[in-house]
């Protein structure tokens, strides 16, 4: 799952933007990336990593609401929603 927001440029600068990605690891377990940055200028990626798919989901959520409740809008989303796969 991934998520693409950005904000409103200010005066001459070039956008913000922040891409979350949501994505299983190889070892059973999950990944939230999180790369933030301006448009055409350097960036940062921060990794979290989960050992719950639930809680993975949950974390993404919050990251991509707090971001909202800062100005950033959703410009793109790729994916589907993490379902509970516990029997």
Known sequence: MRVFLQQLPVSNEAPKYIQLTLQPDLFGGWVLLRE????????????????????????????RDSQIKRGFQVTFISGHAVQDRTP
């Open 36 to 63: 933030t940055g301006h448009i055409g200028g350097r960036s940062q990626l921060r990794r979290e990593l989960f050992l719950d798919e639930q809680q993975a989901a949950t974390a993404f959520e919050k990251a």
